[in-house]
């Protein structure tokens, strides 16, 4: 995937990092996981690391095996602190519009992604790092979780998406109060508000993730991904118009293998074998 050549050009300067390994993609079982890996910078948002991951993104969004992906963070502190604020300070004005454009473009490709997502959230995530996991579809986090868009208290606001997505999860006035107060609230406020779906101990983040991977992966793929489809599309129209998206993901899937395999596999009394066909 091709990216500005003003951000090219920063990465030439003595700021720019060893690109080795800043994102680690796994595969087992038609789940991906997705490990931001830079722990020791809070996992935040570098030019070299955000090209790691939209790249990722982009081969996992065409790859039929993938039918879950987790996305995490290394480490036991932070999920992700937004933009690396070191190395945005080093940057002109064209290049700092870049970096949040790259940081938007990471994030869009999130829920872009056809297959359904999960954050495992092993810490701390405030501004682009709240911004990323709204745009996931499931949110599971530690105890010791924080989150929190708190850009105004750097006279900025959220510059990828949060400003859209926080009031579509939690409501319109709740987002509001976070946003303009720019608060950080801890993992158990996240879930009574809805922003996270589950809380847990640090040592059963991923088992957790995984284990809502596996009660995906057991269902037919190409149905998962249409009714994905269907929700993401409808929550944004009227019922009516909704329910027209509905009844056209629903006709994507009448021709399908697996369609006929889960009638098949019912009558038998047996466990259904979908192949995404």
Do not use: W
């Not at 790859?63 to 604020?85: N, Q, S």
């Not at 149905?223 to 909704?242: F, H, M, P, S, Y």
Request: aromatic content about 6%.
């Amino acid at each position: 995937m091709p990216f500005d050549p003003i951000i090219r050009n920063f990465r030439e300067t003595p700021l720019a990092e060893d690109r080795k390994g800043l994102v680690q993609t796994e595969f087992s079982d038609g789940i991906a996981t997705v490990t931001l890996n830079r722990p020791e910078a809070a996992n935040a948002f570098s030019v070299e690391m955000l090209e790691q991951f939209i790249d990722a993104l982009y081969s996992l969004k065409f790859d039929p095996e993938v039918r879950v992906v987790i996305i995490t963070a290394a480490g036991e502190k932070a999920f992700c602190a937004g933009a690396d604020l070191i190395q945005r300070g080093q940057m002109d004005m064209a290049q700092a519009r870049q970096h949040i454009n790259l940081i938007r473009s990471a994030v869009n490709e999130v829920e872009a992604l056809p297959q359904p997502t999960i954050a495992a959230i092993n810490g701390v995530a405030f501004g682009g790092g709240t911004e990323l996991l709204l745009a996931v579809d499931i949110r599971v986090a530690v105890q010791s979780a924080k989150f929190g868009l708190t850009e105004t208290a750097l006279a900025i606001i959220p510059g990828a998406g949060g400003t859209q997505r926080l009031p579509r999860l939690i409501g319109v006035a709740k987002a509001k109060e976070l946003i303009l107060t720019a608060r950080r609230i801890d993992a158990s406020e996240a879930e009574q508000i809805g922003l996270v779906n589950y809380v847990v101990a640090q040592e059963e983040l991923l088992n957790k993730a995984h284990e809502l991977a596996r009660e995906i992966t057991k269902n037919g793929p190409l149905a998962v991904r249409q009714a994905k489809l269907a929700i993401n599309k409808g929550i944004e129209v009227d019922l009516a118009t909704g329910l027209a998206i509905e009844q056209n993901a629903y006709e994507v899937i009448m021709p399908t293998q697996d369609r006929l395999e889960g009638l098949k596999a019912f009558k038998e009394k047996r466990p259904p074998v979908y192949k995404g066909e």
